[in-house]
T-cell receptor
């Protein structure tokens, strides 16, 4: 089944801890993205990558880091520097930067 | 900076009625997307509009794009309860635009009541 898989679906983190959200796609897409969604808000771009070993900051990259060592995988680390990390995180991928993006099911991160 | 504004942000409709959601954006673009999101779920792609005057229809939903007015509309015909969801428009600016510059509106939360 082709698609984008995010894990885990729910994640709880203590303040001061780093946590990594997984995103895997088997669509053979070059581009991948991470978005953050807060209640009642649209999506805001954290990071994106158009090719392996390359990634760019989005509008709200502070307190986050990513890697793109494999085409299929684009993990997002939420560091302790992110002051308000509780949110719904969505990963997406597209064939390239000029084609439509498709979204994973999301990870809901809660800081406790 | 590209701004995308949707209105209304909340919409309560009766079944069987028609209504329109508006998406205005502040800079030139000829690539606009409409998505649907159910509570706690991912985004489902509804429409991709790529040129001025583009109109697409799927079931009770019809989307259009007027690039000169910088306006897209999502029209709902004879609403049914299953259409209850949040609808987002998202725009890629023409200048330096790519999916990495996709800007979302805040969404319109639609509730269809019997």
């Amino acid at each position: 089944d082709g698609g984008i898989t995010q894990s885990p679906k729910y994640l709880f983190r203590k303040e001061g801890q780093n946590v990594t959200l997984s995103c895997e796609q088997n669509l053979n897409h070059d581009a991948m993205y991470w978005y953050r969604q807060d209640p009642g808000q649209g999506l805001r771009l954290i990071y994106y990558s158009q090719i392996v070993n390359d990634f760019q900051k989005g509008d709200i990259a502070e307190g986050y880091s990513v890697s793109r060592e494999k085409k299929e995988s684009f993990p997002l680390t939420v560091t302790s520097a992110q002051k308000n990390p509780t949110a719904f995180y969505l990963c997406a991928s597209s064939q390239n930067l000029n084609t439509e993006a498709f979204f994973g099911q999301g990870t809901r991160l809660t800081v406790v | 900076e590209l701004k995308v504004e949707q209105n209304p942000l909340f919409l309560s409709m009766q079944e069987g009625k028609n209504y329109t959601i508006y998406c205005n954006y502040s800079t030139t673009s000829d690539r606009l997307y409409w998505y649907r999101q159910d509570p706690g779920k991912s985004l489902e792609s509804l429409f991709v509009l790529l040129s001025n005057g583009a109109v697409k229809q799927e079931g009770r939903l019809m989307a259009s794009l007027d690039t000169k007015a910088r306006l897209s509309t999502l029209h709902i015909t004879a609403a049914v309860h299953d259409l209850s969801a949040t609808y987002f428009c998202a725009v890629v600016p023409n200048y330096g635009g790519s999916q990495g510059n996709l800007i979302f509106g805040k969404g319109t939360k639609l509730s269809v009541k019997p």
